[in-house]
């Protein structure tokens, strides 16, 4: 996707001051923002944003003029992935259910074995206990009920939204 972000400082107007963006996360992205009157702009091309890693990164967005830089914002944003560039084979499920999908396939494979454990050519198997795996599904659907309540997962289908046209 392509970045196109305008900021206006009358403390620091262009074309005297230049705005950087410093970002450090899982890689390094060095931002120079043009001038645009006495305003600012950051622009990047989908070509170049697309080769940016995702993930969390700390910024700060700097002005300078000569010897002279001030930081006008600090703080930490969060790089999406492309969907489009993601491949089809992707789970964007989170740890806790991909886990819990795993335990029910553990419990669901174990329905029809009656042995706990048992010993081949000096080779021994044990399994975890059936009460062992349930409690850790109890924990795992604990988990992904809260992250479905908090807010983190929200369906996007469903919710009723208003529109006004005219």
């Known amino acids: 996707m392509s970045l196109k972000c305008e900021v206006f400082s009358d403390q620091f107007p262009a074309p005297e001051w230049v705005l950087k963006a410093i970002l450090r996360g899982p890689s390094q992205i060095d931002l120079v923002a043009d001038a645009a009157g006495t305003g600012h702009v950051f622009a990047e091309t989908a070509i170049a944003t697309g080769g940016w890693d995702a993930g969390l990164y700390a910024i700060s967005i700097r002005a300078v003029s000569g010897d002279d830089v001030h930081e006008l914002e600090a703080g930490q944003i969060s790089i999406a992935a492309d969907l489009v560039a993601i491949s089809e084979t992707h789970d964007a499920r989170g740890h806790a259910e991909r886990t819990l999908e795993a335990i029910e396939a553990v419990i669901e494979g174990r329905a029809s074995k009656d042995?706990?454990?048992?010993?081949?050519?000096?080779?021994?198997?044990?399994?975890?206990?059936?009460?062992?795996?349930?409690?850790?599904?109890?924990?795992?659907?604990?988990?992904?009920?809260?992250?479905?309540?908090?807010?983190?997962?929200?369906?996007?289908?469903?919710?009723?939204?208003?529109?006004?046209?005219g």
């Open 115 to 165: 042995q706990q454990s048992y010993t081949i050519n000096g080779r021994t198997l044990v399994r975890t206990a059936i009460a062992d795996l349930l409690a850790l599904r109890k924990t795992y659907k604990d988990e992904v009920r809260q992250l479905n309540s908090s807010g983190r997962h929200k369906k996007l289908m469903g919710r009723k939204v208003n529109v006004r046209f």
